[in-house]
């Protein structure tokens, strides 16, 4: 059964998988749309979903906008 967070005695690994969802996103997500991958960024270091440019030619990070 589901419990707030108020309810937990320690509700340190609930705030660590709410961090996650935040950074990551959901893991039930579908995959990205055309035009759009996911993958480690050299510049932020983050996982991140990266855009195509408009010339087809480069990635752009949705983070930090560094072209890969």
Do not use: K, Q
Not at 8 to 32: C, I, Q
Request: charged fraction near 30%; aromatic fraction near 12%; glycine fraction near 8%.
């Amino acid at each position: 059964m589901a419990r707030r967070e108020e309810e937990m005695e320690d509700p340190f690994l609930y705030r660590r998988y709410l961090r996650a969802l935040e950074r990551y996103g959901n893991p039930a997500d579908e995959r990205p749309s055309p035009g759009h991958v996911i993958r480690h960024c050299p510049g932020c270091g983050r996982r991140a979903m990266f855009r195509l440019d408009p010339e087809g030619t480069w990635f752009e990070c949705l983070h930090c906008g560094h072209y890969a």
